[in-house]
Every structure is written in structure tokens, then in C-alpha cells.
């Protein structure tokens, strides 16, 4: 008889149970901008019950809170530059400490630098009880990441994450959830996509080959329906963990 594993998927309000039981550690989601790092990162947080620490939503509030970092990374993120490896590092550094990560957490958009990875691997190692950190890249092709980029549509209050071409709201514009108008990230065009991509290409690709030749890596396909893409996800860590 098949035994349910402690990281898999459950129906709404099974969650809790799991939440207690596993301990899901430390996971990265990589992969090219648009490949669905954030609708995954917000899957596995209502199945594991762990945080979703994203440096691009973490970027964002600062700019749109006006703080330094926000004031320097503006620019930097505009021309799909990254914004330096100590600010950044900081900032997870800061994120890090607070409690809600101690069973785990998912790090969307980080490290995207090997310098962020190196900086990364030795604050886990000096971290008493940690698990290893475990890495899933997402792949989708160049066609359909541009095709998600530029449909891409978040709701300002809930985050939640829409697509005009592929996960259309019920009403055009407006947030199914809370009613919210929708907005279109500055950066989400096709001139800026094609600097990020051509960032990711030189500076985030070697990091996956780093956590590649750790053996603490799985790639998944990111172009088929979200649940089966996070189904995919659970089965990698639950290989990598085993
Ligand atoms: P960041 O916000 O991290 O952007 P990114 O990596 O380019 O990734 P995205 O947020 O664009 O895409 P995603 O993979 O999360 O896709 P999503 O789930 O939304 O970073 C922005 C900037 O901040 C960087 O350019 C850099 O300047 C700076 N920065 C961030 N981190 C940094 C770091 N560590 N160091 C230095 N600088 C840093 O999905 C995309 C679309 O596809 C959506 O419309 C969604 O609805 C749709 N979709 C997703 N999955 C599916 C599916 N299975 N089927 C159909 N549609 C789908």
C-alpha cells in the first residue's frame, strides 16, 4: 500500500496537519523571469506553511516605499540590472531572522549571483539545525516567457498573479478576489524582458550549474497547468530530501 508522503499535496484545510508533521527546510526556486517562480513560491506556502521570501517583491516595497535601497535599486531594476550582491544579501540576511523561517522558507528570485549563492550556502552552514538548502529550476521556452511577461497583471493587495493570455481575471482588470484594479509591473515589457533575460543568461545561469553539482538540484517543467507544475516541484524536493 502506498504511503502518503508528509511533503505532498492535500486538499484546502488538510494543510494543517502536514504543516506540523514535515519540516520542508530551505528550497530555492530558480529559472528565467516569467518562468512561474511566484505562482509556484505562493502553491507551496499554502501547502507547507512556510514563508515565500522574494527579493523582487522585497525590492519592490522598498522602492515603492521610497526607502534608500528603494531609491537605488529603482534604476538598476528599470534596466534589468540586479542590484549588488551586499545590498541584496542584507536584505535576506534581515528576512532570515525572523521566526516564521524556522521549519523552512522558499526563496524566490535568490541567489541569482554565484556570489549570492556563495554567501548563501556558508550562512546555512553556520545556521545550528538548518537542512541543506535543496534547488528546483523551473524551464519554460523563450516564446511563452515572453508571452508571460507581457500579460502578466498583479493584484496590488491580495499579490495575487494574473495573465490576459493565460489566467485571465473574470472581469477584465479587476482582481477576482478582492476587486482590486489590476497593475503591470514597470519592468514587464519586452524591451526590459530582454535585458533581464540576457542578465539571467550570464550572471543567474552559473548558479544553477553550482547547485547542480551539489546534487541538491531537480529541474522541472514549468509550461503545463500550475497544480501539475507544483505537483512536480513536491515530488523533486521529496526526491532530494529522501
Ligand atoms: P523578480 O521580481 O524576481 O523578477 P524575475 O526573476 O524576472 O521573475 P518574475 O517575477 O518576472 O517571474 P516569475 O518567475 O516569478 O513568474 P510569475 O510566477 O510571476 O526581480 C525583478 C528585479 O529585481 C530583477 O530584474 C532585479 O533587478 C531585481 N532583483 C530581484 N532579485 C534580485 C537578486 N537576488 N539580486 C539582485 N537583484 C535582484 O509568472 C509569470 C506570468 O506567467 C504570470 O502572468 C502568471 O500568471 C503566468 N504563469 C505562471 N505559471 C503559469 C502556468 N503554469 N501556466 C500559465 N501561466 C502561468
Known sequence: MATASPLASAPAGAGNALQTAARPGPLLLLGAPGVGKGTQAKELVRLW???QISTGDLLRANVAQGTELGMIAKEIMQ????VTDSLVNEMVAARLEEPD???GFILDGFPRTLGQANW?????AATPGALPVVAVSLKVDYTQLLRRITGRRNCPVCQRIYNIYLQAPRQEGICDDDGA???????DT???FEGRMATYENLTAPVIEHYRALGRFAEVHGDKPVAEVAA???????HLRA
Open 49 to 51: 506553511g512556510i514563508p
Open 79 to 82: 534596466r534589468g540590472e540586479l
Open 101 to 103: 523561517t524556522a521549519r
Open 120 to 124: 548563501l550556502d556558508e550562512r546555512l
Open 181 to 187: 484594479v489590476l497593475i503591470q509591473r514597470s519592468d
Open 190 to 192: 519586452q524591451l526590459c
Open 232 to 238: 512536480g516541484i513536491v515530488s523533486a524536493v521529496e
